[in-house]
């Protein structure tokens, strides 16, 4: 069975502090890895795509790593601002059945304090 | 703003009724996917329709149904609903049928609410 796992459930930081959420997941055959930006009440979008063949890719102050030997990915965000506050959510997507299904981490959310 | 249309997005209803809940993907996209997430919960894949034919089905309950018409709008609807089935409704859609090469643009959800 497919399952992304995100860890930690939960991260309060001060304000102009980095982090780094870890997603670890377990989908067969890989396609790509996307992290998404859930605020609060809204619709997800996305932030970064990571295909096979890719470490690590940025985009402003986020930066997300894969290895794919490993099954792991992380998102760093460097110099938290409150805006930042959000669910991050690790999608992880498959090919089944003829179609590309994704396969939905938890979330981490994030909480950035003044 | 991610192109994709939801309505309603507050909807408030008893147990027992039914709702359709409508989404409008980007302009071009073929694809519409649904997504239900319950309080602090994750995004439960419930069903995705390309160019009108159902292309994979997730953990949808047998009261729920959806359909994507010609213009590739798609409704969802909910029948004898239960307290549980309050949740935030999203729609996203895509490109194309797989999402190998593009992202899901997700609506702004519609909010059900069971009492």
């Known amino acids: 069975k497919n399952q992304v796992e995100q860890s930690p459930q939960s991260l309060i930081i001060l304000e102009g502090k980095n982090c780094t959420l870890q997603?670890?997941?377990?989908?067969?055959?890989?396609?790509?890895l996307r992290w998404y930006k859930q605020d609060t009440g809204r619709g997800p979008v996305s932030l970064t795509i990571m295909t096979f063949s890719e470490n690590t890719k940025s985009n402003g102050r986020y930066t997300a790593t894969l290895d794919a030997d490993t099954k792991q990915s992380s998102l760093h965000i460097t110099a938290s601002q409150l805006s930042d506050s959000a669910s991050y959510i690790c999608v992880v997507s498959a090919r089944s059945g003829g179609s590309y299904i994704p396969t939905f981490g938890r979330g981490t959310s994030l909480i950035v304090h003044p | 703003d991610s192109g994709v249309t939801q309505t309603p997005k507050h909807l408030i209803t008893a147990t027992g009724q039914r709702v359709t809940l409508r989404c409008s993907p980007r302009s071009g996209d073929l694809s519409v996917y649904w997504y239900q997430q319950s309080l602090d919960q994750g995004l439960q894949f419930l069903i995705q329709y390309y160019n009108g034919e159902e292309r994979a089905k997730g953990n949808i309950l047998e009261r729920f149904s959806a359909q994507q018409f010609p213009d590739l709008h798609s409704e969802l609807n909910l029948s004898s609903l239960e307290l549980g089935d309050s949740a935030l409704y999203f729609c996203a859609s895509s490109p194309r049928g797989g999402i190998n090469t593009g992202e899901l643009f997700f609506g702004e959800g519609s909010r059900l609410t069971v009492l």
């Open positions: 997603c670890n997941y377990t989908v067969s055959p890989f396609s790509n």
